[in-house]
């Protein structure tokens, strides 16, 4: 008897599979404002019976109706390959919808489609372009020094302590983009607390960390080989490593008790980052002080950093004009404070090449003091 019941259950369970019909449309729709659009649902198979399809709003920037122009409902007939919806833009803003049917098939299943109403989409695409110009120039500013390092087989002139601030940090700025751009649920948790539904965390931040990471672990490696002149991370770095780690190992333990979400404990990583980089620059500018001289350290890593911070910001300002939404600016901290104050730094290390110390001179016995 096991046979047909087998059999029976097989069939039974196929029959609900070949019943249940999802719905494919666009997940985001963007549209310049005073503007209209077409949008296409359809059936991932031909429907038995007549769909209704009604639209739930269910969170946005101001009132839905100021933003976007939706049907009350939309006819999806028995067989159709598909059907279209017309949506009308007014003003910049944005607005989540969900799709909810009476048709049984689809009942128990919901689709929510992003509308985002934008000033221009010229700018979006010009948003865009900076965003990965400023991703390449972040990201090959680290190869400069790796290249100083293997042509003069010696990291002297690099400071160590920069070096483990430096690894520490964009460990931390992974773990936050990585969290924040791929995990579902954190990406749930952001939505719900930011009703704009624009994740500040974009692909180039994502890979642009990584990267960053990677190479951080080749300067690592480079120093563990090269000649190094009696440099070593000092005990001020230390302690401020230890009180980072600290704070993200209770950080962690506290999350999982659920007295923090999991976004608050991405976004404490994100701090770690912010912090590091406010100080991490600091040993480097005061080693070329004292040695009164920038050798050893990379200017093509200096000027290649300084262009992305700037096109970082200047994206920055781009989308949040675009869209309205200066909050942008600030919903990624680290990202702008990562910006802001690699220009800042990187404008005090040229001033220390081009100007200061113009003339390298052989290593002084300050070094030795």
Known sequence: ????????????LSGVCESTVYLKAPHTVTLEENSEADVLIAPSSPLIQSAVIHFNVTSSSKN??????????????????????????????????????????????TFKIHFMVVHS????????????IYFVAWSVSFYPQVW?????????GLNFDYLALNLTGFIAYSVFNVGLFWVPYIKDEFLKKNLSGINPVSANDVFFSLHALLLCLVYVGQAAVYERGGQKVSCTAKVLLVIGWSFAVV????????QITWLDYLYYFSYIKLAVTLVKYVPQAYMNYRKQST?????????????????????????????????LVFGDPTKFGLGLFSV?????????HYCLYRRIPQYPAVLEQ
């Open 1 to 12: 008897m096991e046979g047909p019941v087998q059999l029976l259950l097989l069939w039974m």
């Open 64 to 109: 839905c109706s100021s933003i976007i122009t939706l049907p009350e409902q939309v006819l999806l007939p028995a067989a159709a390959a598909s059907v279209r919806f017309n949506v009308t833009a007014h003003a910049v803003g944005q607005v989540t919808t969900y799709l909810l049917s009476n048709n049984t098939d689809l009942n128990s299943l």
């Open 121 to 132: 989409n010229a700018l979006l695409v010009i948003s865009q372009v900076i965003g990965w």
């Open 148 to 156: 100083e390092n293997f042509r003069r087989k010696s990291v002297v």
């Open 251 to 258: 950080s962690l333990c506290v999350a999982a008790a659920q």
């Open 295 to 327: 050798e050893g350290w990379s200017i093509g890593n200096v000027l290649l950093d300084f262009t992305g911070g700037v096109l970082s910001i200047l994206q920055m300002v781009l989308e949040s004009h675009n869209n309205d939404e200066w909050r």
């Open 344 to 352: 800042v730094f990187d404008l005090l290390f040229m001033f220390q």
